[in-house]
């Protein structure tokens, strides 16, 4: 809830259950929106009706530990040989070069069809990762060991990978590039640039949301020389 010179946050300790409430001067959210839409706020109807209107995108890799066959047969170091293929591509390794072993990430699952996959057996999975490495080094399957499956949307506190693009993303990200009181947004999920909702935008929205609040408190110093000192949440 925001007040006129602060802003409380009540959340709950994952450990011990509790409830605790913090405040602060202002606050920099970094929720992905499908979840700030489930937080208890004080926002107009109008500003939740935006963010109830956002939509997670879903994604899947699968990555195997393998001894380098792809170095060592085919002379390739690093980079991403694409397929068509469900997997979509293998994406070798650029850390460790000329090492016994290293990660392979042989499939990245989004856009059509990556929902359904996710939904699939762990072994399913497996097999369809196996069969995209043949597909490109036939025989070479027998190296892979120790595979790994990781889909964004059954990752607690993120459960998703960015937002799906159209109209309702665009909306999302014209209203939080502008501060809700005293609450700034930063995140993936409204985009400053042309990127659109990758590392990248998330990390310029941070650094936008710090300027403007770089610009925010030197306005509040100015006006108030003997106040507190800013504190963020």
Not at 47 to 62: F, Q
Not at 157 to 178: D, M
Request: one cysteine or more; aromatic letters at 12%.
């Amino acid at each position: 809830s925001q007040c006129t010179d602060h802003v409380n946050v009540t959340w709950r300790d994952g450990d011990a259950g509790r409830l605790q409430t913090s405040q602060a001067h202002f606050v920099i959210s970094t929720l992905p929106f499908p979840l700030l839409a489930n937080i208890d706020t004080d926002f107009s109807d109008a500003v939740l009706s935006v963010v109830r209107s956002a939509r997670h995108g879903h994604a899947t890799k699968v990555a195997w530990q393998s001894e380098r066959f792809w170095e060592r047969d085919d002379r390739i170091f690093g980079g991403i040989s694409w397929l068509n293929h469900p997997a979509r591509m293998l994406w070798y390794p650029s850390d460790r070069l000329n090492s016994p072993q290293g990660v392979l990430v042989a499939g990245y699952f989004f856009g059509k069809g990556a929902k359904a996959f996710s939904d699939t057996s762990f072994n399913e999975q497996y097999s369809v990762s196996t069969s995209a490495v043949e597909l490109l080094h036939p025989g070479a399957s027998q190296y892979l060991m120790n595979p790994i499956s990781v889909s964004w949307e059954q990752q607690r506190y993120s459960e998703g990978p960015w937002l799906e693009g159209g109209t309702s993303s665009e909306k999302i990200s014209r209203l939080f590039q502008q501060p809700l009181g005293r609450i700034y947004f930063a995140g993936d999920g409204h985009a400053q640039n042309a990127i659109g909702v990758w590392q990248e935008s998330a990390a310029n929205s941070a650094r936008y949301a710090v300027s403007q609040l770089a610009e925010r408190f030197s306005h509040f110093r100015a006006s108030n020389p003997r106040g507190s000192d800013l504190l963020i949440g």
